[in-house]
C-alpha cells in the first residue's frame, strides 16, 4: 500500500514538475508581448510626448500596468527625486527587483542594457535603440510562438514519462 503510495506521488510529483514548465514557457511568452507594448508605449511617449525621460516612463508604466508597468513607474518616481543616481543604476536596480518573473538571463540583459542606452541621447538615437530593442523582443516571441506547442507537449510527457520510469526504477 505504502509502496503504491510512493508510486502514484513520484508520478504526480514529475508530472506537475512538466507542466509547471510549459506554464513556464507560456508566462515568458505573455510577458515578453506585455514587455513588447510597454516599449511601444515608451517610444510613442518618447517620440511624440516630447516630455522628459521621467514622464515618459510613468505615462507608459501607468497605461500597461502589471509587474513590468510597476518597474517603469516605480524608475520614474526615483528618476524625480533627483538624488545625483544615474539612470542606468535606477534601472538595473528596479529590474533587479523582478527577478522572479519567468525571465530568461538573456532577456534580463537586454532590459538592463535599454536603460544604459536611453535618456542621453537625441530623440533619433533613442527611437533607434528602442526599435532595435523591439526587434530582438519580436524575434524571441517570434521563436515562443513557433515552439510552443511541441515544447509544453514535450515537457509535459517529458514528466510523465520521466515519473514512471522513476516509478518503474524504485519498485
Not at 22 to 50: S, T
Request: charged residues 25%; hydrophobic residues 45%; neutral net charge.
Amino acid at each position: 500500500m505504502i509502496r503504491a503510495a510512493g508510486a502514484i506521488l513520484i508520478c504526480l510529483g514529475a508530472a506537475g514538475l512538466g507542466w509547471e514548465m510549459a506554464f513556464l514557457w507560456r508566462e515568458r511568452l505573455n510577458l515578453l508581448v506585455a514587455l513588447r507594448q510597454l516599449i511601444y508605449y515608451l517610444k510613442g511617449e518618447i517620440l511624440y510626448g516630447h516630455g522628459t525621460l521621467a514622464e515618459a516612463l510613468l505615462q507608459s508604466g501607468r497605461k500597461a500596468g502589471g509587474p513590468l508597468g510597476g518597474m517603469f513607474e516605480r524608475a520614474a518616481e526615483r528618476m524625480e527625486l533627483r538624488d545625483g543616481t544615474p539612470f542606468p543604476q535606477i534601472w538595473r536596480s528596479e529590474a533587479d527587483k523582478l527577478v522572479s518573473l519567468p525571465l530568461l538571463s538573456g532577456d534580463w540583459e537586454r532590459l538592463k542594457a535599454l536603460g544604459d542606452s536611453l535618456g542621453y541621447l537625441d530623440l533619433a538615437m533613442q527611437e533607434r535603440t528602442l526599435l532595435l530593442y523591439l526587434e530582438q523582443l519580436d524575434e524571441s516571441i517570434s521563436y515562443l510562438k513557433e515552439h510552443k506547442r511541441e515544447k509544453c507537449r514535450l515537457y509535459v510527457s517529458l514528466g510523465i514519462m520521466g515519473g514512471l520510469f522513476l516509478t518503474i526504477t524504485f519498485l
